[in-house]
């Protein structure tokens, strides 16, 4: 750098609040990530293992099937943020070289959590299938709730009111749902 130009002044607390911002973001959805998808398979490998009556698919959860390369480049910027605050500078190394291609990877990060929530709603869409489930239409008006999907053994229990009534009440746990049904 030449003597008469000068990197401008960097407020060391704000980059390294940043950073750690970004470092505490990523570390907990990692651990968010992977406790929800083991929790999530693990239901669903219970459930078909019961040959429940009724499944309710969380199709929110299989976001986190494309969110490794997010959370790389957030925790890369989340490293970049800590060090500018300790050193008090920016690198220009860094953002010469590894600038664009984090952001770069933060896009294509995002393209992947919309491409992992397909595949992964996909996949298990075919295993309950496999498993002789059929999906009921409509899993809004029968749950209340956006992202699932109810599979049911028997389509005609997709229209069954009682079933509609249990899937919206708090006090109806699934697998109660399921036990009643079952027993049918």
């Known amino acids: 750098m030449k003597p008469d130009q000068q990197q401008p002044r960097t407020d ?13 973001l ?3 959805l990692i651990i968010f990530a992977i406790w929800g998808i083991a929790e999530t398979h693990q239901q669903y490998d219970i459930w078909l293992a019961e040959n429940a009556a009724i499944l309710v698919e969380d199709t929110g959860i299989s976001a986190f099937y494309g969110v490794p390369l997010l959370l790389v480049a957030l925790f890369v910027f989340g490293l970049y943020g800590i060090w500018i605050g300790v050193t008090g500078r920016r690198s220009t190394q ?24 397909y595949i992964g709603n996909t996949l298990w869409s075919q295993s309950f299938q496999a498993n002789g489930y059929t999906q009921c239409q409509g899993a809004f008006v029968l749950t209340g709730k956006w992202a699932v999907r109810v599979w049911s053994r028997s389509p005609l229990l997709c229209f069954d009111e009682d079933l509609k009534i249990k899937l919206r009440s708090p006090t109806y746990s699934l697998s109660d ?6 027993a049918d």
């Not at 607390?13 to 940043?18: E, F």
């Open 12 to 24: 060391r607390k704000v980059a390294c609040l940043g950073g750690l911002f970004f470092l505490s």
């Open 94 to 117: 860094f953002d010469r070289h590894w600038l664009k291609p984090l952001s770069t990877l933060i896009v294509v990060g995002v393209l992947c959590v919309f491409m992992g929530r």
């Open 177 to 182: 749902i399921n036990a009643e049904y079952h």
């Open 26 to 28: 990523t570390i907990a």
